[in-house]
T-cell receptor, first 112, second 115 residues
Framework: KQEVTQIPAALSVPEGENLVLNCSFT??????LQWFRQDPGKGLTSLLL?????REQTSGRLNASLDKSSGRSTLYIAASQPGDSATYLC???????????FGTGTRLTVIP | DAGITQSPRHKVTETGTPVTLRCHQT?????MYWYRQDPGHGLRLIHY???????DKGEVSDGYSVSRSKTEDFLLTLESATSSQTSVYFC??????????????FGPGTRLLVL
């Protein structure tokens, strides 16, 4: 069974800092990887989707990379803002099934 | 935001009672999913649908059933609620599935408390 791990579970940074969130997965046979944002008490918002054939995706201040062979993905956030405070989740599609395997997330706090 | 609504948004029920949660979409997407989110476990797939009347089990399907009689509606039923089913339930939709799965869009969630 695919296992997805996100470390650290929580992270606090001062405003303006660049930061990297990490995601690792145990089975490299994935179809794609997706990063989500979840605000307290709310649903998930898709940030970036990386297909298995891609190495990275960018959207504004966000850049996600994928290294299938090592089972790792990173989400880079440039010039962090207090509004970036949320829990960030990564999820992979794989296992030959219609299943999205989620990590437990990294709770990010950006301090003004 | 994708047009996904969930009802009810909050529910308190007693052990042994049946509960039905509704997911409604206005995007005409083919694929719909039900997840539960619990501390320490992340989100886990309960059931999914790949078309009207076409459904399949996910990772944690025991104690749950689903139905999809229309493209826009996907119902999740707890036949006899147990305290272990206290959770936050999320519906998601996607316009792609299988190996080419596209972006999933999530609803706002339903908080269920089983006493």
């Amino acid at each position: 069974k695919q296992e997805v791990t996100q470390i650290p579970a929580a992270l606090s940074v001062p405003e303006g800092e660049n930061l990297v969130l990490n995601c690792s997965f145990t089975d490299s046979a994935i179809y794609n990887l997706q990063w989500f944002r979840q605000d307290p008490g709310k649903g998930l918002t898709s940030l970036l989707l990386i297909q298995s054939s891609q190495r990275e995706q960018t959207s504004g201040r966000l850049n996600a990379s994928l290294d299938k062979s090592s089972g790792r993905s990173t989400l880079y956030i440039a010039a962090s803002q207090p509004g970036d405070s949320a829990t960030y989740l990564c999820a992979v599609v794989g296992g030959g099934a219609n299943n999205l395997f989620f990590g437990t997330g990294t709770r990010l706090t950006v301090i003004p | 935001d994708a047009g996904i609504t969930q009802s009810p948004r909050h529910k308190v029920t007693e052990t042994g009672t049946p509960v039905t949660l509704r997911c409604h979409q206005t995007e005409n997407h083919r694929y719909m999913y039900w997840y539960r989110q619990d501390p320490g476990h992340g989100l886990r797939l309960i059931h999914y649908s790949y078309g009207v009347k076409d459904t399949d089990k996910g990772e944690v399907s025991d104690g749950y059933s689903v139905s999809r009689s229309k493209t826009e509606d996907f119902l999740l039923t707890l036949e006899s609620a147990t305290s272990s089913q206290t959770s936050v339930y999320f519906c998601a939709i996607s316009d792609a599935g299988g190996q080419a799965r596209g972006t999933q869009y999530f609803g706002p969630g339903t908080r269920l408390l089983v006493l």
